[in-house]
């Protein structure tokens, strides 16, 4: 069975005019844009323009945009509103094929049918994709792959809902569609949008969105809405002011602010640590909400952040002993855990390219290889 299908022009090129219609011609299932006259055509017409004679050995077969196949015969007008997509062949050859369990058949005229071409023509909607058994196992037909029709047991294709996964707040939902509004999302979690600072976090990088905000579940790397609480109160409701006993660097302070929480800068005899307040755990980890610490070093970014504190202690929601975190620093009056975790000689600190942003990426991938997830 091929597989590799030289790539297709769009629908749509520079020089295409507003009467092009679109031609397959041969089993490369290349669609090319062909300019046309005029809106009526016929399928002599049509063979015309696309350099084939107009006789009774070549046929013309519309695609219609409702899915199937459609003959036009030399002296048939066709309806362009039902599709502007035509497929040109010769012979009376057919190949037959199936979508789904008691659905239509599909007949083709060449032996080589693209995954887009079978979509089209079963009408498959953007929620499902297609599979077909391979040795026993089901595999999913991609768009751009070429399947040979006459290859034994490729006549029957499967149609299945494709699901898209996203976590939020630790729970993960299910879609069965690719675009997902952040309201949504959150509404089907049962959370009030207005109530949270909302973090999209792709492959360790957090971004702050708004609840209008589409999230593309096909892009590479999406993994969870995080929910942050937007203010911390005092005991008699007023915001607690936040510390910012020493600067940061700018990169830092932004990224700081675009985490929606509420972050201090405290010094502590001779140290200095960034705290950094309602840090959302995973869940598998009690509690859920903590102070996070960070010891920035006064000769930062020179020289590394390393380890990680927390305040409450953290421990496995399953009651599991957290190896190596038995460290301990005071800060203004509160004592933290440690989490002995260094960098290797692979992961070796940076001090051009690293930095509170990719000191919180180890912290978070620390928590995830503690639940081994």
Same mark, same amino acid.
């Given at each position: 069975m091929?597989t590799t299908?030289p ?5 749509g090129?520079?020089?295409?005019q507003?009467?092009d219609?679109h031609?397959? @011609?041969?089993e490369l299932?290349?669609v090319?844009?062909v300019p ?7 399928? %002599?017409?049509?063979l015309?323009a696309a350099?084939?004679p107009a =006789?009774?050995d070549?046929i013309v077969?519309?695609v219609?945009?409702t ?6 015969r030399?002296h048939e007008q066709?309806n ?5 997509k035509?497929?040109l062949a010769?012979?009376?050859r057919?190949?037959?094929f ?5 659905? =239509? ?5 060449? @032996? ?6 079978i979509?089209e023509?079963?009408?498959v909607?953007d929620n ?6 391979r040795?026993?196992?089901?595999? $999913?037909v991609?768009?751009?792959?070429r399947? *040979?029709?006459?290859?034994?047991g490729?006549e029957?294709?499967a149609?299945?809902?494709?699901? !898209?996964k996203?976590k ?5 939902q299910? !879609?069965?569609?690719p675009?997902?509004?952040v ?5 089907r979690g049962?959370?009030d949008p207005?109530?949270w600072d909302i973090l ?7 971004t702050?969105?708004?609840p209008d905000?589409?999230v593309?579940l096909?892009t590479?790397?999406i993994e969870k809405?995080?929910?942050m ?7 008699d409701?007023?915001t607690?002011?936040? @510390?910012?006993?020493? %600067?940061?660097?700018?990169?830092d302070? %932004?990224?700081? =602010? *675009?985490l929606g929480?509420r !972050?201090?800068?405290?010094?502590e005899?001779e140290r200095?640590w960034?705290?950094?307040h309602d840090?959302?755990?995973p869940?598998?980890?009690?509690p859920? $909400?903590v102070t996070l610490?960070? =010891? ?5 970014p $020179?020289?590394?952040? *390393?380890?990680f504190y927390?305040t ?7 009651g599991?002993?957290?190896?190596s975190?038995?460290? @301990?620093?005071?800060?203004?009056g509160?004592?933290f855990q440690?989490?002995s ?7 070796k600190?940076?001090e ?8 919180? $990426?180890?912290v *978070?991938?620390c928590?995830?290889k503690?639940l081994d997830?």
């Open positions: 091929e299908l790539a297709a022009a769009p629908l090129t520079a020089n295409a507003a009467h219609i031609v397959i @011609r041969d299932c290349v090319e844009a046309v006259p005029r809106h009526s055509l016929e399928g %002599k017409d049509i015309a350099g084939r =006789d009774a070549h077969l519309q219609l945009k899915g199937g196949l459609e003959t036009i030399l066709a362009l509103a039902l599709g502007t035509f497929v010769t012979g009376d057919l190949y037959r199936g979508v789904g369990v008691g659905e =239509d058949s599909y007949e083709w005229p060449y @032996r080589f049918i693209s995954g887009q071409l979509r023509l079963a009408a909607p499902q994709q297609i599979e077909i058994l040795n026993g196992v089901a595999a $999913v991609l768009p751009a792959e399947i *040979d029709l006459a290859e034994p490729v029957n294709f149609k299945v809902t494709k699901v !898209w996203l939020v707040h630790g729970v993960i299910e !879609w069965d569609k675009e997902v509004k309201a949504d999302a959150l509404a049962g959370y207005k109530s999209l976090i792709v492959q360790g990088e957090k702050k969105v708004t905000y589409v593309d096909r590479p790397g809405i995080r929910l609480q937007r203010t911390v109160i005092n005991g409701g007023q607690l002011a936040a @510390r910012r006993q020493f %600067k940061v660097l700018a990169d302070e %932004k990224f700081l =602010d *675009d929480l !972050w201090e800068t405290v010094l005899a200095r960034l705290l950094i840090y959302q755990l869940v598998g980890y009690a859920s $909400v610490a960070l =010891d920035i070093h006064r000769e930062y $020179v020289t590394q952040i *390393d380890m927390f409450p202690f953290v421990r496995r929601a399953n599991a002993e957290i190896p975190t038995q460290v @301990r620093a005071m800060i203004g509160m004592e440690g989490w975790r260094h960098r290797t000689e692979a992961s600190w940076d051009h390219t690293d930095n509170v942003r990719s000191h919180m $990426v180890l *978070d991938t928590l995830a503690e997830e």
